[in-house]
């Protein structure tokens, strides 16, 4: 009903203007200066009478489409490689800038001279969006939230996986904005353009004629097409970026990748190697002369206040930092983590999160059955951000868990969780971990007694670390 209101409201307020347009049209008495709705009106179909008229509207909405197309599909690669490429984005940025800043009359002529009045509508549409979409691309790429960038570097993210469920949903708010005033751009450059040009077929050419013959009623009819054919055309394209763009649970297939296994490597290999490794950040020292040895299958307890360094010693193993001094050695491992905070997709579900990190490696049945043992069934098909923090927490584990690899890193895993289900969780590490190396990190002693830990990596009181056999 509400929706009726609105539209009647809107039927009211177009009637109220075209009313006051033929008054005006009235008290002006002259056709030449303003012609009335009735005789646009009958001008628009004294012209729709003729196939000529439906050849121009085509031609038109042909060779604006041609451009904007064009444009919005380059502006897209190129604003990813320039974002991916850095080097790239500095060799384009004064092309860009050149496109974006000189006047389209400039290169209306020049392109006219160039390339003849044909190719010029669809040119200008073209030099007139790329710049908004190129910038669009590369200012939402840049927006990418680095935490959950780093998750997908972690886990090994096929690129589909990243660029579906990361980039897209940074990138598409801006890439929607700019299409709104680029689809608008589009049209008036590019009728502006045959305006100058007059190619034959052309709403630009039948604009032009129409000021020779001072064709006022004409001029308004073909303004009147062009509105028809824009405003439609500008609504489908922006129904169909929110439709491709939007993220829903259950749209982690959509964009699936399958990937190969990592090839495993053979049993009691050395796995985890650091030697005389130091970090400082300024004139903070975290870690000076760290060693730390592990092997297959053996665990790994961090026992240390917060602050002291525990989750930038991950980072150090995740290959996210860099030590100052040093050997840090993984011998190639898979990781799978939970970070300190959980990264996941929001508007996914807990299932979708698992299977993203994945690819085709863990089959449904098994990430279904891994989620049921920590989360209430009915909590699986909501997305990410309406569960509670404790089961985001719980779904950020499984994902740990799930994910097929050599190293596990669980930086306070339990945070947020009461002691039912903080026991159900361990007994779910406990379960799955195989014969992984874990690190885990947590403030409560007796999580690493519950957990089997062969050995615990204490912070002493002069700021050293030490590696203690239990």
Known sequence: MEKWKKCGRKAVILCFWILLWQILAWLVDSKILLAGPVDVLRALFSQMGEREFYLTALCSLGRISAGFFLAFFLGIVMGAASYRFPLLGEILEPFIFLFKSVPVASFVVLLLIWFGPKRLTGMISFLVVFPMIYYSILAGAQETDRKMVEMAQVFRMPLLQKIGHLYCPAVWPSLTAACKTALGMAWKSGVAAEVIGTPSHSIGEKLYMAKITLGTAELFAWTLVLIVLSYPFEKAVLKILKRVGEEKPGMAGRFFFRRKEKEQKQAGEKRLYLHGVEKSFGTQTIFRDLHISLNDGQRMGILAPSGAGKTTLFRLLMGLEAADRGVVETYGAVISAVFQEDRLCEKLNAADNVRIVNGS???????????????????????????SGGMKRRAALVR???????????????????????????????????DRILIIASHEPSDFQKLKVHSLLVREENGNWEQLEV
Do not use: H
């Not at 490696?361 to 569960?387: N, R």
């Open 361 to 387: 490696t863990v089959k449904d049945g098994k990430i279904l059955k891994d989620l049921t043992t920590l989360l209430p069934e009915e909590s699986l098909q909501l997305p990410i951000c309406a569960l």
């Open 400 to 434: 740990a868990m799930t994910s097929p690899g050599d190293l596990v890193l669980l930086d306070e895993p339990f945070t947020g969780l009461d002691e039912e289900n903080r026991e159900a969780a361990i007994r779910y590490i406990d379960r799955q971990l195989g």
